[in-house]
């Protein structure tokens, strides 16, 4: 699969219309992380093989590719969704934001930090999922408290059983924001 | 997953003249001659349920027509004269956080709230929830040639049967309807509207929507090929109404009830219960209307005694499978609650 990734300006996305498209390769593009990038698929690639494969976004995980672990997170408009039951081809043109568009190593996200002072990392494989879930929560209500944090991350499946940590690292945040604001 | 072709359907009417066949036709099919199956083109809306059959090879249609981007199928508006319409793509996570809906049918988004995780609400369809197909194991099986997908034998009854129905469960296949939304639609009496190719529509009430495997064993509701669902109607609300939903399962997230309860009625000035409606979830083929129930509560006042009795009267009709008599005390503990639930909310 040729992976051309580039920026592109916006007269240059393809708009599906009641054309056919597939069963073979298309190119598409995606708005993902803020940018425009061209990529070859199939109809039946879904969002996290495109992201992963790709665009080699590789922070986006694929667990149990049913939709039932949630280590697939990604913002598809701001909203969480699981990124391995979606298809690329349903998503062009919409704003995709995934682990990679949150912050990185010299510019961490808020959760990110707070994830690591409060030990809510062992393996690590949910967390980038986890994250941007807790990161969407907080866009949306910076008032957190336990049931808040507890619903939002309801969808995730960590084997290392760091629920109680990513609470607490959640919690921790609401009330630095809350102090913060006076 | 195979590979195949895509396209955006125009309209409902456009999808519903493209579209070949159901998926539950296609899941059919494919237990048939594979070439017909192959052929399939069906109408995908959120695609949570389809892409996991296609994923599994339970399904494999040669195109999917998309509608999930078809304006006059989105959204929530009340009604001239009282009552809401749902249009068939409205998401779980858009109704869940919906004031009005909150307001007037709590059974109803209570009920919504607890179906499957924060991202699948965010993507789920109304319509695509009432039309997935049940979770049975054997069903789900590529391995199963089971009696639902056109085999000749039920795995169920001799085998693993323990998220299996305890009522209406003795007609050939013992699957539970899969929908938690369901459950409280059907207390809450909604409509279901559908547009077929030719433009023509109809309005389906909800007690017809549902298909018991007595009447038919392949499918689990009356929709015909080329015919998908528009919208959702609830019907007036009115300021006697209670209604309330519970569920038990193992999982708070991403799991389907193994009992779940839905009750609605309406109180008059003295306290007494008319139009009762007490349906059961994770109980039979369809959502469950426990008329045993209903006959104890509906011209009563409610307490604590004649919420007991209704929820014996209803588990003591129950025909249990060799693994999941344990269902029993669930729905009894259950329906007691939900009863008192919705007799004490506003």
Request: glycine share 8%.
């Amino acid at each position: 699969m040729s992976d051309k990734t580039h920026e592109t300006g916006t007269d240059q996305i393809i708009k599906p219309s009641a054309e056919i498209f597939g069963p073979g390769t298309i190119s598409m593009v995606l708005n993902v992380n803020g940018i425009l990038q061209s990529i070859e698929m199939e109809p039946r690639t879904t969002l996290a093989e495109a992201l992963r494969t790709s665009l080699k976004l590789t922070g986006t995980k694929v667990a149990c590719n049913h939709g039932a672990c949630s280590a697939c997170t990604v913002w598809l408009d701001d909203l969480p969704v699981a990124a391995c039951g979606i298809l690329a081809i349903e998503v062009v043109s919409r704003k995709i934001t995934t682990i990679e568009g949150l912050g990185d190593a010299d510019h961490l996200h808020p959760v990110q930090k707070s994830f690591i002072e409060h030990d809510a990392i062992q393996c690590g494989f949910c967390t980038p999922g986890m994250v941007m879930s807790c990161a969407a929560l907080l866009a949306r209500n910076p008032h957190l408290g336990v049931e808040e944090v507890e619903t939002a991350i309801s969808g995730h499946l960590c084997r290392c059983g760091t629920y109680p940590h990513v609470v607490q690292a959640m919690l921790s945040l609401s009330a630095e924001q809350e102090a913060d604001h006076g | 997953m195979e590979a195949f072709e895509w396209q955006q359907a125009a309209s409902p009417e456009n999808a519903a003249s493209l579209a070949t066949h159901t998926t539950t036709e296609a899941m059919l099919s494919a237990q048939g001659t594979r070439a017909a199956f192959t052929q399939a083109m069906l109408i995908k809306a959120g695609g949570v349920d389809l892409i996991g059959l296609m994923k599994d090879g339970l399904v494999s249609p040669v195109r999917l027509i998309d509608i999930n981007h078809l304006p006059e199928l989105q959204g929530i508006s009340e009604n001239a004269g009282g009552g809401f319409t749902i249009g068939a793509l409205t998401t779980l996570a858009q109704i869940a956080t919906h004031a009005g809906l909150m307001k007037h049918y709590p059974a109803f988004v209570q009920a919504v709230t607890t179906a499957a995780s924060p991202q699948i609400r965010n993507r789920a369809t109304l319509a695509g929830n009432l039309l997935q197909r049940p979770r049975c194991w054997y069903l789900r099986s590529a391995a199963h040639h089971c009696l639902r997908k056109g085999g000749e034998h039920c795995f169920a009854y001799a085998g693993d049967n323990r998220y299996h129905a305890i009522l209406a469960n003795h007609d050939g296949c013992a699957i539970v309807h899969p929908s938690t939304p369901a459950t409280a639609l059907l207390a809450l009496q909604a409509q279901i509207e559908s547009v077929s190719a030719n433009g023509v529509q109809r309005v389906i009430s909800i007690d017809d929507f549902f298909v018991l495997p007595s009447i038919d064993l392949h499918h689990e509701n009356v929709l015909r090929t080329g015919e998908l669902i528009t919208a959702i109607n609830l019907p007036a609300p009115h300021h006697t109404h209670r209604s309330a939903y519970l569920q038990l399962g193992e999982k708070t997230a991403f799991d389907w009830p193994l009992a779940a309860v839905a009750v609605f009625f309406a109180i008059d000035d003295k306290g007494i219960c008319q139009q009762t409606r007490i349906v059961l979830g994770g109980a039979a083929p369809t959502p469950w209307r426990a008329r045993e129930a209903e006959r104890i509560i509906e011209g009563s006042k409610i307490d604590q005694n004649n919420a007991r009795s209704a929820a014996e009267a209803a588990i003591a009709v129950a025909t249990p499978l060799s693994g999941n008599a344990y269902k029993l005390p669930l729905l009894c503990t259950l329906i007691n609650r939900t009863i008192m639930k919705a007799a004490t909310s506003e």
